[in-house]
Nanobody
Framework: VQLQASGGGLVQPGGSLRLSCAAS????????VGWFRQAPGKEREFVSA????????YYADSVKGRFTISRDNAKNTVYLQMNGLKPEDTAVYYC???????????????????????WGQGTLVTVSS
């Protein structure tokens, strides 16, 4: 199982980036896929997730309304569109997969990295002027 995250880079505040998480050895439609991030000196935190079924999405309060997660089953890839980027979004972003299914009303604040057992390498996002 391999998850390949890409798309990071340097962007000015207010800018946009789209991260990609390409999977091999598993089909993304059969797993819940999440994005997490880790800033220097901080713990890894949940950003967003998309259920394997039904097609529910979850966002941390800090990114709600700015980030959008989506899945392309044909490309076996999950995306994270990030708009309105802020300096506090600067971090290494990781994608991960889990067979867990969240109920529709599951609070995003309860989603933790411990639930995920397949991880990709990170991609660095730097938001700075």
């Amino acid at each position: 199982v391999q998850l390949q995250a890409s798309g990071g880079g340097l962007v000015q505040p207010g800018g946009s980036l789209r991260l990609s998480c390409a999977a091999s050895g598993l089909t993304v439609r059969g797993y819940t896929v999440g994005w997490f991030r880790q800033a220097p000196g901080k713990e890894r935190e949940f950003v967003s997730a998309i259920n394997r079924t039904p097609f529910n999405t979850y966002y941390a309060d800090s990114v709600k309304g700015r980030f959008t997660i989506s899945r392309d089953n044909a490309k076996n890839t999950v995306y994270l569109q990030m708009n309105g980027l802020k300096p506090e979004d600067t971090a290494v972003y990781y994608c991960a997969a889990t067979p867990t299914i969240y109920i529709r009303s599951y609070p995003p604040s309860r989603i933790t990295p411990d639930e995920y057992d397949s991880w990709g390498q990170g991609t660095l996002v730097t938001v700075s002027s």
